[in-house]
């Protein structure tokens, strides 16, 4: 277990909809970043915050946005769904000046 | 950040060690090479990174050669949960607050009975 929660595990949705995938970081991490696993790109960094900021922009599709609240949770907010959006998406956190990111177990998104 | 080279797939006997090579010609004197694994579809999970010298912690050995143009990631008994898809990746300089992380397609690890 790494610390790192994502909610839903699972997601079903038509195309066209809108969905939010949750994460909370290990407790006390201040960065937190998003990467989507489909089969034909593999892993992808799309977004990172620290603190509440953004800090780095991978190829995050302008549909899709996100936020890290006060708390530190974050959220991934993906929108107009098209099939090519399923996928894992994992959330990770890293502490303050360590090098190692830590994973959460990812929410497998399927658009239909 | 320089991009790394890994043989698609390896397999390995159970208890024998297990050397994974990793090249990164093109890797420049502040970035640091990391191993990361991936079993089944979970998430990512660290192994270990070095900047030169050779690394050693309770889940595998690091070694680096001394031009620094590849590594080579040990695990020194493998299990069959060592079955995993291995990442080499190069990152810059560690940042306060993190490093994004550039996957390439790794090395699928089979380790046989």
């Known amino acids: 277990d790494s610390g790192v929660t994502q909610t839903p595990k699972h997601l079903i949705t038509a195309t066209g909809q809108r969905v939010t995938l949750r994460c909370s970081p290990r407790?006390?991490?201040?960065?937190v970043y998003w990467y989507q696993q489909s089969l034909d790109q593999g892993l992808q960094f799309l977004i990172q915050?620290?603190?509440?900021?953004?800090?780095a922009k991978g190829n995050i599709l302008e549909r899709f946005s996100a936020q890290q609240f006060p708390d530190l949770h974050s959220e991934l907010n993906l929108s107009s769904l098209e099939l090519g959006d399923s996928a894992l998406y994992f959330c990770?956190?890293?502490?303050?000046?360590?090098?190692?990111?830590?994973f959460g177990q990812g929410t497998r998104l399927t658009v239909v | 950040d320089a991009k790394t080279t890994q043989p698609p797939s390896m397999d390995c006997a159970e208890g024998r060690a297990a050397n994974l090579p990793c090249n990164h010609s093109?890797?420049?004197?502040?970035?640091?090479v990391y191993w990361y694994r991936q079993i089944h579809s979970q998430g990512p999970q660290y192994i270990i990174h070095?900047?030169?010298n050779n690394e050693t912690n309770e889940m595998a050995s690091l070694i680096i050669t001394e031009d620094r143009k590849s590594s080579t990631l040990i695990l020194p008994h493998a299990t069959l949960r060592d079955t995993a898809v291995y990442y080499c990746?190069?990152?810059?300089?560690?940042?306060?607050?993190?490093?994004?992380?550039?996957f390439g397609g790794g090395t699928r690890v089979l380790v046989k009975p």
């Open positions: 990770a956190s890293s502490p303050l000046g360590g090098p190692e990111a830590f």
């Open positions: 915050y620290y603190n509440g900021e953004e800090r």
């Open positions: 093109t890797i420049s004197g502040n970035e640091y």
């Open positions: 070095g900047l030169k």
């Open positions: 990746i190069v990152v810059g300089m560690i940042k306060a607050a993190g490093n994004k992380l550039t």
């Open positions: 407790s006390g991490d201040l960065s």
